[in-house]
C-alpha cells in the first residue's frame, strides 16, 4: 500500500467494493435504460477489474496502457459531459416515479447569502426537487479515486473520493442561506460507489412517495442498477472518445468517426 501501484490497487478494489458498483451486473435488461451493448460491458468490466482500456494523449506522461487515465484526461471534457448528463437523467427519472416534480440547471443567483445579496457568478446546479421538506438542488459530480488528488485516502478509506467530493460541492454552495434552496451533493466515484448524500436522498424520494417498507429497498434497488448501468455507458463513452485522441495524436490528416453508424454511401 505505500507503493504508488499498491495505491491505485487498494483505491479501485475499495471503490468496486460497495454494492452499488457491482447493481450493472445484476439487473435484468428488461428496458433499453438496463441494457448494455457488448463494447459497454467489455468496457464496464475491464475499468472494474483495471485491465487497460485506452491509452490517450493529452500532453501529461502516461504510462503505457495506464488504465486509470481516461477517467483522469482533460481532453475528454465533452464526453465526460455526456457522461454526467445519463446520470442527471437516471435522477430525475427516478424523482418522477417517486411524484416529485423537478426542473433542470436552477440558476444559483436565486441563492441569497444571509446578508440578501444575490450571487450572480451565473453557476447553476444540476436539477431542482419539489420535495414536500422544500425546494431542493442537486448537483451530480463524477470522481475517480485513483486520481493524485484523492488516491491515498482512497487507498485507506472507502468512498474517501466520493466524501471528499461533496465536501467540495457543500463548500461551494455555503452561501445558500435561510431563504435558498437545500442543497445535496450527489457524487459517484467512476468504479460506481455513491457517496452518502446520494444514498439519503435516494431514501427521502422512497419516503416522499409513500413507500412501505416492503417497497422502499425495491425502489432504491431499481434507481441504484439504473444509475450504474447509465454510469458505466458513461465511462464507455469516455473510454471510446479516448481512442479519438490516441488516434488525434498518432498521425495526420484526423478525421472523426461519425456519430452513429450507418450504411448509407455518402
Given at each position: 500500500a505505500d507503493s504508488r501501484q499498491g495505491q491505485l490497487l487498494l483505491a479501485r478494489l475499495r471503490s468496486c467494493a460497495s454494492r452499488a458498483s457491482s447493481m450493472w451486473?445484476?439487473?435484468?435488461?428488461?428496458?433499453?435504460?438496463l441494457t448494455m451493448s457488448g463494447p459497454e460491458c467489455v468496457s464496464a468490466l475491464r475499468h472494474r477489474l483495471g485491465a487497460p482500456v485506452v491509452c490517450c494523449f493529452c500532453g501529461d506522461l502516461v504510462e503505457p496502457g495506464d488504465p486509470h487515465h481516461p477517467m483522469l484526461c482533460n481532453k475528454l471534457s465533452g464526453a465526460k459531459t455526456s457522461r454526467h448528463d445519463l446520470i442527471v437523467q437516471c435522477w430525475r427519472r427516478s424523482a418522477h416515479r417517486a411524484t416529485v416534480a423537478t426542473a433542470v440547471e436552477p440558476p444559483t443567483a436565486r441563492l441569497r447569502t444571509p446578508g440578501g445579496d444575490a450571487r450572480?457568478?451565473?453557476?447553476?446546479g444540476d436539477l431542482l426537487l419539489a420535495l414536500t421538506a422544500g425546494l431542493t438542488m442537486v448537483d451530480v459530480?463524477?470522481?475517480c479515486p485513483t486520481a493524485a488528488t484523492y488516491l491515498l485516502a482512497?487507498?485507506?478509506?472507502?468512498?474517501s473520493a466520493a466524501a471528499r467530493r461533496d465536501t467540495a460541492k457543500k463548500a461551494k454552495y455555503a452561501q445558500d442561506g435561510a431563504g435558498g434552496y437545500a442543497f445535496v451533493p450527489l457524487s459517484v466515484e467512476t468504479h460506481g460507489r455513491w457517496g452518502k448524500p446520494a444514498m439519503q436522498l435516494l431514501k427521502q424520494l422512497s419516503d416522499h412517495a409513500?413507500?412501505?417498507?416492503?417497497?422502499?429497498p425495491s425502489f432504491i434497488t431499481n434507481a441504484l442498477g439504473e444509475l450504474s448501468v447509465a454510469l458505466c455507458k458513461g465511462n464507455h463513452i469516455v473510454f471510446r472518445a479516448g481512442l479519438k485522441v490516441l488516434a488525434r495524436a498518432s498521425g495526420v490528416g484526423f478525421c472523426a468517426g461519425a456519430s452513429a453508424p450507418s450504411t448509407e454511401v455518402e
Amino acid at each position: 500500500a505505500d507503493s504508488r501501484q499498491g495505491q491505485l490497487l487498494l483505491a479501485r478494489l475499495r471503490s468496486c467494493a460497495s454494492r452499488a458498483s457491482s447493481m450493472w451486473m445484476d439487473v435484468l435488461p428488461t428496458s433499453s435504460l438496463l441494457t448494455m451493448s457488448g463494447p459497454e460491458c467489455v468496457s464496464a468490466l475491464r475499468h472494474r477489474l483495471g485491465a487497460p482500456v485506452v491509452c490517450c494523449f493529452c500532453g501529461d506522461l502516461v504510462e503505457p496502457g495506464d488504465p486509470h487515465h481516461p477517467m483522469l484526461c482533460n481532453k475528454l471534457s465533452g464526453a465526460k459531459t455526456s457522461r454526467h448528463d445519463l446520470i442527471v437523467q437516471c435522477w430525475r427519472r427516478s424523482a418522477h416515479r417517486a411524484t416529485v416534480a423537478t426542473a433542470v440547471e436552477p440558476p444559483t443567483a436565486r441563492l441569497r447569502t444571509p446578508g440578501g445579496d444575490a450571487r450572480i457568478d451565473g453557476s447553476r446546479g444540476d436539477l431542482l426537487l419539489a420535495l414536500t421538506a422544500g425546494l431542493t438542488m442537486v448537483d451530480v459530480s463524477v470522481t475517480c479515486p485513483t486520481a493524485a488528488t484523492y488516491l491515498l485516502a482512497a487507498a485507506r478509506v472507502d468512498g474517501s473520493a466520493a466524501a471528499r467530493r461533496d465536501t467540495a460541492k457543500k463548500a461551494k454552495y455555503a452561501q445558500d442561506g435561510a431563504g435558498g434552496y437545500a442543497f445535496v451533493p450527489l457524487s459517484v466515484e467512476t468504479h460506481g460507489r455513491w457517496g452518502k448524500p446520494a444514498m439519503q436522498l435516494l431514501k427521502q424520494l422512497s419516503d416522499h412517495a409513500g413507500f412501505q417498507d416492503a417497497d422502499g429497498p425495491s425502489f432504491i434497488t431499481n434507481a441504484l442498477g439504473e444509475l450504474s448501468v447509465a454510469l458505466c455507458k458513461g465511462n464507455h463513452i469516455v473510454f471510446r472518445a479516448g481512442l479519438k485522441v490516441l488516434a488525434r495524436a498518432s498521425g495526420v490528416g484526423f478525421c472523426a468517426g461519425a456519430s452513429a453508424p450507418s450504411t448509407e454511401v455518402e
